[in-house]
């Protein structure tokens, strides 16, 4: 037999127990008479953060069975008022307070987005800089971001003197448009990161005769200065036998920098005349009066097989039409691209743009040449090369005339972007350029594009070579 004071227990817990159900019934239905939002409908947000679109990310839906939920998502309709975005796509609002509606069952919803700044900037710098860097200024090498996206008040208390090698300590403060404010402490050092450069003229090592490997080659460090004695040379060269013979050169400064630098050498019998017979000869009349550039580098790539024709490297050429703007005529930078037309009016065009272009050819049909820029190069220098069986292309005067002698024409430059400028060019009118393939003690040889095979004085023709700025280019292995 129960104890009755068990039984009534156990009915009051079961009591208790309705009583509860009963409570959490009543709240769900009073909670979902109305359409709930999340926070209240209050939203704060740091600037940076992507806004929703979405009107899900909005309600706040715990009391709803998942079928419920979606027909309520449907039925929902979010407007969002008169937000100022940072982006294109309208994802990231700018600061300030904004309005927003929610509409339900023929009820609005009133929302309140507040986008505050309590973030501050974040200071980055560059932990090394190059010894002695062109145009250096410490400032490019802070970098501050901030997710306001606005510009920040930054402010640097210490310098990087890139004259010197060492550790420089730099204090940065960033303050934003908030007045946030961060500070940070860096340590940039100053280091060695520019390999030596070697110098070397072109050699021929003439049959039975000593060769010195370090002949007319040098070696300099902007830090360690002339390191020519620590070069390392590697190949040889048997002056017993002509051919051509490959030699590399290596220097390390003393941070670890490396240069390498690989020398064509030649060996053949002493001449004091020579010629490259097989250099293929491209006209460039009748069709293109101004196109002896193309024209020459169009014999430079047939010589090394290339399979090219004058007007297929023409349409590689950089081109800038004459115009007139504004009562000035208007042209291309010539060591940018060609100015005019090489069909009717045109002028010429300088070493840089036409590297470019037989760069561009020689990797479109998969070729394994180099292309060398011998701008600066000497009269003499030129002549071995070609001895040693290069054809050189060069800028000249097409009748020996000098700068001075030449006609010339004037004109502002325009660039490839198209923008107008107020630099001047003064460009010579004789202006020429050839193929040098030969010589002898008196004379040299050229492949010239307007008229053949040209034997010119070779004193006159040096002064005409380096009035033009000694500009050349050869292709080699």
């Given at each position: 037999?129960?104890?009755?004071?068990?039984?009534?227990?156990?009915?009051?817990?079961?009591?208790?127990?309705?009583?509860?159900?009963?409570?959490?019934?009543?709240?769900?239905?009073?909670?979902?008479?109305?359409?709930?939002?999340?926070?209240?409908?209050?939203?704060?947000?740091?600037?940076?953060?992507?806004?929703?679109?979405?009107?899900?990310?909005?309600?706040?839906?715990?009391?709803?069975?998942?079928?419920?939920?979606?027909?309520?998502?449907?039925?929902?309709?979010?407007?969002?008022?008169?937000?100022?975005?940072?982006?294109?796509?309208?994802?990231?609002?700018?600061i300030g307070e904004y309005q927003g509606t929610i509409t339900y069952d023929d009820q609005t919803y009133p929302i309140d987005i507040q986008v505050v700044d309590e973030i501050a900037p974040i200071i980055q710098?560059?932990?090394?800089?190059?010894?002695?860097?062109?145009?250096?200024?410490?400032?490019?090498?802070?970098?501050?971001?901030?997710?306001?996206?606005?510009?920040?008040?930054?402010?640097?208390?210490?310098?990087?003197?890139?004259?010197?090698?060492?550790?420089?300590?730099?204090?940065?403060?960033?303050?934003?448009?908030?007045?946030?404010?961060?500070?940070?402490?860096?340590?940039?050092?100053?280091?060695?990161?520019?390999?030596?450069?070697?110098?070397?003229?072109?050699?021929?090592?003439?049959?039975?005769?000593?060769?010195?490997?370090?002949?007319?080659?040098?070696?300099?460090?902007?830090?360690?200065?002339?390191?020519?004695?620590?070069?390392?040379?590697?190949?040889?060269?048997?002056?017993?036998?002509?051919?051509?013979?490959?030699?590399?050169?290596?220097?390390?400064?003393?941070?670890?920098?490396?240069?390498?630098?690989?020398?064509?050498?030649?060996?053949?019998?002493?001449?004091?005349?020579?010629?490259?017979?097989?250099?293929?000869?491209?006209?460039?009349?009748?069709?293109?009066?101004?196109?002896?550039?193309?024209?020459?580098?169009?014999?430079?790539?047939?010589?090394?097989?290339?399979?090219?024709?004058?007007?297929?490297?023409?349409?590689?050429?950089?081109?800038i039409p004459l115009e007139y703007k504004d009562g000035r005529l208007y042209g291309a930078d010539p060591h940018v691209a060609f100015t005019g037309s090489m069909s009717s009016r045109g002028y010429g065009i300088y070493v840089e743009p036409m590297v470019?272009?037989?760069?561009?050819?020689?990797?479109?049909?998969?070729?394994?040449?180099?292309?060398?820029?011998?701008?600066?190069?000497?009269?003499?220098?030129?002549?071995?090369?070609?001895?040693?069986?290069?054809?050189?292309?060069?800028?000249?005067?097409?009748?020996?005339?000098?700068?001075?002698?030449?006609?010339?024409?004037?004109?502002?430059?325009?660039?490839?972007?198209?923008?107008?400028?107020?630099?001047?060019?003064?460009?010579?009118?004789?202006?020429?350029?050839?193929?040098?393939?030969?010589?002898?003690?008196?004379?040299?040889?050229?492949?010239?594009?307007?008229?053949?095979?040209?034997?010119?004085?070779?004193?006159?023709?040096?002064?005409?070579?380096?009035?033009?700025?000694?500009?050349?280019?050869?292709?080699?292995?």
């Amino acid at each position: 037999m129960k104890h009755p004071k068990s039984v009534s227990q156990k009915h009051m817990g079961i009591i208790i127990l309705g009583m509860v159900i009963l409570f959490i019934a009543i709240y769900i239905v009073v909670w979902r008479m109305e359409l709930k939002l999340i926070d209240g409908g209050h939203m704060v947000l740091e600037v940076g953060e992507e806004l929703s679109h979405d009107v899900e990310d909005y309600l706040n839906l715990t009391w709803y069975l998942p079928s419920e939920r979606d027909n309520i998502i449907d039925d929902c309709q979010l407007t969002l008022n008169d937000i100022v975005y940072l982006d294109e796509h309208q994802q990231y609002p700018d600061i300030g307070e904004y309005q927003g509606t929610i509409t339900y069952d023929d009820q609005t919803y009133p929302i309140d987005i507040q986008v505050v700044d309590e973030i501050a900037p974040i200071i980055q710098c560059q932990e090394t800089v190059a010894y002695g860097s062109q145009d250096f200024q410490v400032e490019d090498i802070i970098d501050v971001s901030d997710n306001s996206q606005d510009d920040c008040d930054v402010q640097i208390d210490g310098d990087v003197d890139v004259s010197k090698l060492g550790t420089y300590t730099l204090n940065v403060k960033a303050i934003d448009s908030s007045q946030n404010i961060a500070e940070k402490t860096f340590d940039v050092e100053v280091t060695d990161q520019t390999a030596p450069q070697i110098t070397m003229k072109p050699q021929i090592a003439y049959l039975y005769e000593k060769f010195d490997v370090l002949e007319n080659v040098r070696a300099k460090d902007n830090v360690d200065g002339d390191c020519t004695k620590d070069i390392q040379v590697s190949g040889e060269v048997n002056v017993q036998k002509a051919g051509t013979y490959y030699l590399t050169y290596t220097v390390q400064d003393q941070a670890g920098n490396q240069a390498k630098v690989k020398r064509e050498v030649v060996v053949k019998e002493r001449e004091t005349s020579y010629r490259i017979n097989n250099v293929p000869m491209v006209l460039q009349l009748p069709d293109y009066h101004n196109g002896c550039e193309s024209a020459s580098s169009t014999m430079l790539l047939q010589y090394y097989g290339y399979d090219i024709t004058l007007p297929e490297v023409i349409k590689k050429v950089p081109i800038i039409p004459l115009e007139y703007k504004d009562g000035r005529l208007y042209g291309a930078d010539p060591h940018v691209a060609f100015t005019g037309s090489m069909s009717s009016r045109g002028y010429g065009i300088y070493v840089e743009p036409m590297v470019d272009v037989l760069e561009t050819i020689i990797n479109e049909q998969k070729g394994k040449h180099q292309v060398k820029n011998l701008t600066g190069s000497s009269l003499d220098d030129l002549l071995t090369y070609v001895e040693m069986g290069h054809p050189i292309q060069i800028w000249a005067t097409a009748s020996l005339q000098t700068y001075e002698q030449s006609g010339k024409q004037e004109w502002y430059i325009k660039t490839l972007d198209g923008q107008y400028t107020d630099e001047k060019v003064t460009f010579p009118v004789s202006e020429h350029c050839l193929v040098l393939i030969g010589f002898n003690d008196e004379h040299v040889i050229l492949n010239n594009p307007l008229q053949g095979i040209t034997i010119w004085d070779k004193e006159a023709f040096e002064i005409a070579y380096k009035d033009m700025g000694s500009q050349a280019i050869m292709i080699e292995e």
